[in-house]
């Protein structure tokens, strides 16, 4: 079991950058895949980018593709989202998962953090 711990969130103006840090406890942190997930209000989750346990393979929704960076810190148990070029659209609960080695979905879940994009 992983607990996830999100921080870095806050209130930006369009067009400027947030990095959004994941702290993951518990054990094994390196086998699991991690990805970032968002909910705005009245909206479903959604997912917005993921990242393999060795670093080395990344994804991302179309939406932020070439704006935001996800990344991997094995060392220190921690998961990034560097997310620049924010749109207004991008205001939402940004939630941190993880995905075990031998499941097809992301199963641990932190309490999320507010990222707000002001226009």
């Known amino acids: 079991q992983v607990q996830l711990v999100e921080s870095g969130g806050g209130l930006v103006q369009a067009g400027g950058s947030l990095r959004l840090s994941c702290a993951a406890s518990?054990?094994?942190?390196?086998?699991?895949?991690m990805g970032w997930f968002r909910q705005a209000p009245g909206k479903e989750r959604e997912f917005v980018a993921g990242?393999?346990?060795?670093?080395?393979?990344?994804y991302y929704a179309d939406s932020v593709k070439g704006r935001f960076t996800i990344s991997r810190d094995n060392a220190k148990n921690t998961v990034y989202l560097q997310m620049n070029s924010l749109k207004p659209d991008d205001t939402a609960v940004y939630y941190c998962?993880?995905?075990?080695?031998?499941?097809?979905?992301?199963?641990?879940w932190g309490q999320g953090t507010q990222v707000t994009v002001s226009s």
């Open positions: 998962a993880a995905r075990p080695l031998t499941g097809d979905e992301y199963i641990y």
């Open positions: 990242i393999n346990r060795s670093g080395g393979g990344t």
């Open positions: 518990g054990r094994a942190f390196i086998t699991y895949t």
